[in-house]
């Protein structure tokens, strides 16, 4: 499931990255298609799960995710101020729901180090998109520099997670 996250990560931070205009209204469209998607890939492994917990967790960061990125791309023209307060709250309340879930599997999941790494990455920005004075453009930059950093931490962390599997089993 990292690998499958980690693509609409990287495809909407190397948009932000190659286009000229990084307005508030692109900011707000690049947020609803990364939250969308983001939000499916989590709703589609929630069922995946084995732990009670863990797959609710993974439900509730989807439909957040999903609720966030309708709302951006059917207000795209909120401005720089709506940005930043969707964002904020998006990345507050996904960042920390994958803390918790990072906290709650470490010991029985592999994965809960990648978990917590996440959702502190999406902590931090959702401080950094709430405290600091952004203008439109150091906004949307930041979240396209936010996306493409989780985007790669997981394809790497998916990638090292199959490669670990095969490596235990062969030792066992």
Not at 33 to 39: D, E, K
Request: hydrophobic share 60%; glycine share 12%; no cysteine.
């Amino acid at each position: 499931m990292p690998v499958v996250r980690a693509v609409p990560a990287v495809a909407v931070g190397l948009a932000i990255t190659f286009l000229a205009d990084h307005s508030a209204r692109i900011g707000l469209l690049m947020l609803g298609a990364f939250a969308v998607l983001t939000g499916a890939v989590l709703v589609w492994g929630a069922f995946r799960q084995d732990d009670r917990v863990l797959r609710t967790i993974s439900l509730i960061q989807g439909v957040v995710s999903i609720v966030v990125g309708i709302v951006a791309l059917t207000v795209n023209g909120g401005g720089i101020g709506f940005f930043l307060f969707l964002f904020s709250v998006f990345a507050a309340v996904t960042g920390f729901l994958e803390l918790y879930a990072g906290l709650r599997a470490k010991g029985r999941n592999p994965a809960y180090r990648d978990l917590l790494a996440v959702g502190g990455f999406t902590a931090i920005a959702a401080l950094v998109f709430l405290l600091a004075p952004l203008d439109s453009v150091q906004a949307v930059g930041l979240f396209g520099a936010y996306a493409i950093m989780v985007g790669i931490f997981l394809a790497i962390a998916g990638l090292s997670l199959k490669w670990a599997a095969p490596a235990a089993e062969s030792k066992g």
